[in-house]
């Protein structure tokens, strides 16, 4: 089983930056794939991103042109910068794995293993 733990989480106002990290302890973290989820009060998770062993990315539609994700196999490391935020980013975001080669799913069910999660606050 892999243990994956988020941090970069804040509050922060409408229009700024926040980069999450998750570190992954897995020495094979290159044959990965990594995704974000995200869950709000009230709401269902949402797929965020993903991005897939072979650097392959994806991204959720409330996400695109504002949020990248990206790797450090070296450092077994997944990031998501987050630009241009807005409260409605407002969310609890999880980090996901599975291992597996060149593929990646929006569904939470498909991922194996997930973190406890980084609480992102954006106020206006």
């Known amino acids: 089983q892999v243990q994956l733990i988020e941090s970069g989480g804040g509050l922060v106002q409408a229009g700024d930056s926040l980069r999450l990290s998750c570190a992954a302890s897995?020495?094979?973290?290159?044959?990965?794939?990594m995704a974000w989820f995200r869950q709000a009060p009230g709401k269902e998770r949402e797929f965020v991103a993903a991005i897939t062993n072979n650097n392959r990315r994806n991204y959720g539609d409330s996400v695109k042109g504002r949020f990248a994700t990206a790797r450090d196999n070296a450092k077994n490391t997944v990031y998501l910068q987050m630009n241009n935020l807005k409260p409605e980013d407002t969310a609890i975001y999880y980090c996901a794995s599975r291992l597996i080669n060149n593929d990646w799913s929006p569904i939470e069910s498909w991922w194996s293993d997930w973190g406890l999660g980084t609480q992102v606050t954006v106020s206006t």
């Open positions: 897995v020495r094979t973290f290159r044959n990965y794939a």
